[in-house]
């Protein structure tokens, strides 16, 4: 086994390689010893989650499927018949329980599968007695108490002695899997459909598994398929199928790797026959984003196929479209905890990053390696790259997926983010999507920010881990200490390594909040030169930071699973979109049962229960779907409130026009208003957004285009223009502000000595209604035009991002 030294690139190597956009990490780490493969199969209740990231490396130490220690046991409880081709010979199909722990399935097995099963046990037998190798001297013994009769149904004196076919054929088996190398051996397994996920408790029921060839092709994402449809365009591969209750899968049996990963949504369905797949024993499996076609070996076994995926997905939540268009259905009794700010947001989640024990998934559009997560810092134990470079260290794999910017238009260097992160150890893995010019996406972002540990608990709402998010509810314009902060020079000048750089920051006795670029005012100055993150960006003696108002929220069981699926889908997408996430150094994301989700490995402090539903809004190009539940569910909100409306958004550009607005929340509101004005019942809306869009310029001189832009249509929203509520509401003539009101944020404070004041920029992505009902958004905006840039609320069909309905 190669040792990790082996396996990581010199520090001079590495910094050639960013340069020719190459990783540093080209695999993972083989960090199994025997210690953590002990561990990894110690849980007689079945194998741990963790095992999916380590296949290849237990297919290469030979670690039985089987779980140690716990019997198997079989009961042959019926027969059928069936007509073989010759349409003359009717045969006998015998249906096999079998029990492992708390594992049930049944498989169908003609009588020649238990005839090839003991030739191939013999066969087998034979090589070890031929091969008198020291390793061998355990099987050897074990095969003495093997019984070498081949199972017989024709008269002989053991079928005499028993009640009928069947419990001979049961005693057989039952003998067989009593015997540590029978039971583990490769013919024994695949009769038994075993493989390597078979018995993972937090993938749920065993499910359905065996060989079965695979047809190349079928995406139906343009420019991932062969030009070509003849069959002469296909490749067959033989692969080993899984189908557990909300997704399937097939893998490399000889590798352990997993090859594809398809999730079963409202467009799975399952055909058989040629006329579907153009294949003799074809099976059509098909949902969003694939026509999966596979082979089977005989017309019985393809209709076996496809009734049993059919049963294992019926119970699916997934199958079916939910409230509001959505893909997740409500969830009761949710453990749900709210944050406004950064501060208890970053403190709680800190935390829960320290108990990841699997995965950690992150997606940001903005991502600062350095960020502070508890503050003030006097040491980097709580910056977000050390924990997680601490969590990969200890074995979780972090998966990251950040936006890919726009060079020209942004400035976030998500390029920085990545190579910051990959650099630290193989088990970070960061993903940036998309590639804006080959994917033809240019006006369009993602926008989400979540982070979901173990698939048990979900960090959801509008707050980035990045620079300038963090803030409580003082909204502070100046930082501790003013007097003892100068600006650094950047050490990479007097020949500091580019590790050294990152650790330049002495925290000894530190009690400033906002270290080097986190405290900003990018109003004032945007972000430049993040890769020199403990370098000010402006002079905090002279300028006051913009505070940061943003509103979160944590989930725990079933509805953070639902939200990391989302993860897992939008990841697999991506993997198999762009070319240079193919190789196995990106591994398939599985999403966890929701069987076991009730089962918490911790809490959050001070959660309570709520109904969540997890929505979202996305398109083909940002996860291979399309949905708009998001903006669906704003408008029922709207329309069915009784009392109040409060929104708290970075945006507010709507009133549907059909040309350039085209979603209409501003038209609900407008019509929810009217209505409260005819029936004379008492309403409010209350409107909470900037006071300025968050871009750098000074419109007071005619600078801000951007912020100009977007002023523009939200003007238009509001007061001006036919399309406006204002306009809409004429009929309420001076008694609109009964009924609606629309403000910002600003705060005051002393900087060196003089008055200054600041606005508080608002990021949230919020709707609350009535005190019952709490939208929280981590989506994104969609872009229609170079001039109206970022102009399009959150909600936007179309747009890639997520968000929460929490109703009471």
């Keep these: 086994m190669a040792t990790p030294e082996a396996e990581v690139e010199p520090p001079s190597q590495a910094s050639a390689a960013q340069i020719l956009d190459k990783r540093r990490f080209s695999r993972d780490l083989p960090v199994l010893g025997q210690d953590e493969i002990d561990k990894l199969l110690s849980a007689a209740e079945g194998r741990p989650f963790s095992v999916i990231h380590h296949l290849p490396e237990l297919k290469e130490e030979g670690i039985p499927y089987l779980i140690p220690g716990v019997p198997i046991t079989c009961r042959v409880d019926n027969t059928e018949r069936y007509t073989t081709r010759s349409k003359v010979h009717v045969g006998t199909l015998y249906t096999v329980t079998l029990t492992h722990g708390q594992f049930r399935w049944i498989v169908k097995r003609k009588y020649k599968h238990f005839q090839e099963l003991h030739r191939d046990l013999y066969n087998h037998r ?9 390793r061998f001297a355990k099987e050897r013994q074990q095969l003495r108490a093997m019984s070498e009769e081949m199972p017989s149904l024709r008269g002989t004196q053991r079928t005499r002695m028993t009640s009928s076919k069947m419990k001979y054929l049961e005693e057989y088996l039952n003998d067989l899997l009593e015997n540590r190398f029978c039971r583990n051996d490769h013919s024994m397994l695949e009769f038994l459909s075993v493989g390597a996920v078979s018995f993972v408790t937090d993938l749920g029921p065993k499910g359905l598994e065996g060989p079965i060839f695979k047809r190349s092709g079928g995406h139906r994402i343009q420019g991932l398929n062969c030009i070509g449809h003849h069959q002469f365009c296909f490749r067959w591969s033989r692969r080993w199928l899984v189908v557990k209750d909300s997704f399937l899968m097939y893998m490399n049996r000889d590798n352990g790797r997993i090859n594809f990963v398809l999730l079963f949504d409202p467009e799975f369905n399952v055909k058989v026959g040629r006329a579907h797949t153009d294949t003799k024993y074809g099976v059509r499996i098909e949902n969003f984003t694939r026509n999966l076609i596979i082979k089977c070996g005989s017309y019985r076994q393809a209709h076996w196929w496809s009734h049993e995926i059919n049963r294992l997905a019926g119970g699916c939540h997934f199958l079916k479209v939910q409230r509001f268009q959505g893909f997740a259905p409500p969830r009761d009794n949710t453990l749900t905890k709210w944050y406004v700010n950064g501060s208890d947001y970053f403190a709680d989640l800190a935390d829960a990053l320290e108990r990841a024990k699997e995965e950690i998934f992150i997606t940001d559009w903005w991502l600062s390696p350095e960020v502070f997560l508890k503050r003030p810092a006097t040491d980097n134990v709580w910056r977000l790259d050390e924990v997680l470079k601490r969590k990969a260290e200890q074995g979780v794999k972090v998966c990251v997926m950040l936006y890919k910017e726009v060079e020209l238009a942004l400035g976030i260097n998500s390029e920085h983010s990545k190579r910051t992160l990959m650099d630290m150890h193989p088990n970070i893995k960061v993903m940036r999507h998309p590639d804006h010019v080959s994917s033809v996406v240019l006006l369009w972002a993602h926008h989400e920010k979540m982070v979901a540990i173990d698939q048990t608990v979900a960090f959801v709402g509008g707050i980035d881990l990045a620079f300038g998010r963090w803030d409580d509810s003082r909204y502070r314009l100046t930082d501790l200490d003013v007097a003892d902060v100068k600006p650094r020079g950047d050490p990479r000048e007097n020949g500091a390594s580019d590790e050294q750089t990152r650790q330049v920051a002495d925290l000894t006795g530190n009690t400033k909040l906002w270290i080097g670029k986190d405290y900003s005012n990018f109003i004032r100055k945007d972000w430049v030169q993040l890769d020199r993150p403990f370098e000010d960006n402006i002079d905090r003696t002279t300028v006051p930071r913009m505070p940061w108002r943003d509103l979160a929220a944590a989930l725990h069981g079933r509805a953070a699973r639902d939200a990391a699926r989302h993860f897992i889908q939008r990841w697999n997408f991506t993997k198999i979109f762009k070319n240079k ?16 989700a009730d089962t918490l490995s911790f809490t959050l402090p001070g959660s309570q229960k709520a109904k969540v539903q997890v929505l979202r809004s996305a398109d083909r190009w940002s996860a291979g779907t399309c949905e708009n539940s998001i903006l669906n569910a704003y408008i029922h909100t709207i329309e069915n409130s009784q009392h109040y409306i409060y929104i ?19 038209d609900a509101v407008v019509n929810r208003i009217l209505r409260a004005y005819r029936e004379q019942k008492n309403f409010k809306v209350f409107v909470v957004i900037p006071l300025l869009p968050g871009f750098e310029g000074d419109i007071s001189t005619g600078g801000g285009n951007a912020i100009q832009a977007i002023l523009h249509f939200t003007y238009r929203t509001i007061c001006r223009g036919e399309q406006s509520i204002l306009s809409r509401l004429r009929e309420l003539e001076d008694r609109w502000s009964e009924y609606i009101t629309v403000c910002g944020l600003r705060t005051h404070a002393e900087l060196s000595q003089s008055p200054v004041t600041e606005l508080i ?5 919020t709707l609350i209604a009535d005190d019952r009902c709490y939208i929280i958004v981590f989506s994104l ?3 229609r035009t170079p001039a109206s840039i970022l102009t399009i609320p959150s909600a936007m069909i179309c747009s890639s991002g997520c968000g929460i309905l929490l109703p009471s």
Excluded: W
Excluded at 126 to 134: A, F, K, T, V
Excluded at 648 to 666: L, V
Excluded at 761 to 765: I, P, Q, R
């Design 126 to 134: 034979m090589m070890i007695h031929l091969l008198p190798l020291g």
């Design 781 to 783: 905006v969609r872009l």
């Design 581 to 596: 996430y193919k190789d196995d150094f990106y591994p398939y994301l599985l999403p966890k049962s929701h069987s076991s």
């Design 648 to 666: 708290e958004n970075q945006f507010f550009i709507s009133c549907a026009d059909g040309k350039t607005i085209h979603n209409g929340i501003g």
């Design 761 to 765: 920029y608002v990021h949230s992505k």
